[in-house]
């Protein structure tokens, strides 16, 4: 099967620009690419930081945006979201009698798990106890390999400003996974703003290029606690699933640069 991994697109209400680039018009962009090329996904998710503000006014247009989809869509949320607006304009969404928006949905020959890690008034994530208990309950009782999709890491990657915003505290993540990691075949995350690809404790992982702004390549730790932000290429990743093995391809969706035939031997 085919899916579709969209990230933080930041949307603003009024349809506002926002670091110098237009959140709406490059979701639009997207999602106008996602129909000509890939209607034949047969879902969408998107991991987090929907909006920037939490605005009610974002998340009516976020979906309109979405409208043309031919696929369902899955959400979840960022640490830039609104948990009661977000409520209020997608009430479909599945959430735990506690609030969280945490919920499974088969995926092709996966179950995928989609994870809630915001801290309300944090930028950093967050995951209790009562959060890792509905996940270790889903990850004992499948029956099939598991792919899992959360917004904050729970792992350093390198840039010093977004790892002092991951996960904080995930002793309650790691020990929900604890003896499940051969189960867990991807995880699929957002926040960075970049594209990022590794394994940790064994499972593969990847992060893409959000939809409107991103985070600059600066490695280690200069001291500053400011995020460096660029205008590279907004991007979505198209994943192919099969039982055998996950393949993410990182579409960058505003690329016009020439295509050609590459003839071998000259």
């Known amino acids: 099967m085919k899916f579709i991994h969209l990230t933080d697109t930041h949307l603003v209400e009024h349809g506002g620009d926002l670091f110098g680039t237009n959140p709406r018009t490059r979701l639009e962009q997207a999602v106008a690419h996602i129909c ?6 047969e879902a969408l998710v998107i991991t987090g930081d929907l909006t920037h503000l939490g605005q009610p006014g974002a998340y009516a247009a976020l979906r309109e945006c979405l409208e043309p989809l031919p696929m369902p869509v899955h959400t979840i949320l960022g640490n830039h979201d609104g948990r009661e607006n977000y409520r209020r304009f997608f009430p479909e969404a599945p959430r735990m009698p506690e609030g969280f928006v945490q919920y499974a949905r088969p995926l092709g020959e996966y179950l995928a798990l989609f994870l809630d890690t915001q801290d309300p008034g944090e930028h950093w994530g967050a995951f209790c106890e009562t959060r890792a208990c509905w996940l270790r309950e889903q990850l004992q009782a499948a029956d099939r390999p598991v792919v899992l999709f959360m917004h904050h890491p729970f792992f350093p990657v390198g840039i010093a400003s977004m790892d002092a915003l991951a996960l904080r505290e995930p002793r309650h993540f790691l020990a929900a996974i604890a003896g499940h990691e051969a189960r867990i075949r991807h995880i699929f995350m957002g ?13 593969p ?3 893409l290029r959000g939809t409107n702004h991103q985070v600059a390549l600066v490695l280690g730790d200069d001291g500053s606690n400011d995020i460096l932000g660029s205008h590279e290429p907004p991007q979505y990743g198209v994943v192919l699933l099969d039982a055998e093995q996950v393949v993410v391809h990182a579409e960058d969706y505003l690329d016009r640069s020439d295509r050609f035939y590459l003839h071998a031997y000259g």
Do not use: L, Y
């Open 205 to 207: 992982f990847s992060i």
């Open 191 to 203: 926040h960075i703003h970049r594209p990022i690809f590794g394994s940790v404790r064994g499972m």
């Open 36 to 41: 000509e090329h890939h209607a034949d996904a």
